[in-house]
């Protein structure tokens, strides 16, 4: 089992910054990748960024050049930086693992709101 703890949501206007932060109960080190997805109002869970064991990053279009995905080993956690937040960018924020094996752990979930 692997447990995880977001943090970091909140309340922001258009222009704006917030990091979030996913604390898992496990070294990072057990996990092909981490990373964070993003489900808007009536949509499907997208992929916001990812992070592998090696540290190669993967980032989402419209996100890229505004969000980085970093990770402190040390403390087990990821983290994303939003910069520039747009409202198109507002929705429930939930942080992954993958194991090797494929199973994957899924946080709780932080709510992300970008006012205009």
């Known amino acids: 089992q692997v447990q995880l703890v977001e943090s970091g949501g909140g309340l922001v206007q258009a222009g704006g910054s917030l990091r979030l932060s996913c604390t898992a109960s496990r070294s990072v080190f057990m996990f092909n990748s981490m990373g964070w997805y993003r489900q808007a109002p009536g949509k499907q869970r997208d992929l916001v960024a990812t992070?592998?064991?090696?540290?190669?990053?993967n980032y989402e279009d419209s996100v890229k050049g505004r969000f980085t995905i970093s990770r402190d080993n040390a403390k087990n956690t990821v983290y994303l930086q939003m910069n520039s937040l747009q409202p198109e960018d507002t929705g429930v924020y939930y942080c992954?693992?993958?194991?090797?094996?494929?199973?994957?752990?899924w946080g709780q979930g932080t709510q992300v709101t970008v006012s205009s």
């Open positions: 992070i592998t064991r090696g540290g190669s990053t």
């Open positions: 992954k693992v993958a194991l090797p094996s494929g199973i994957p752990y």
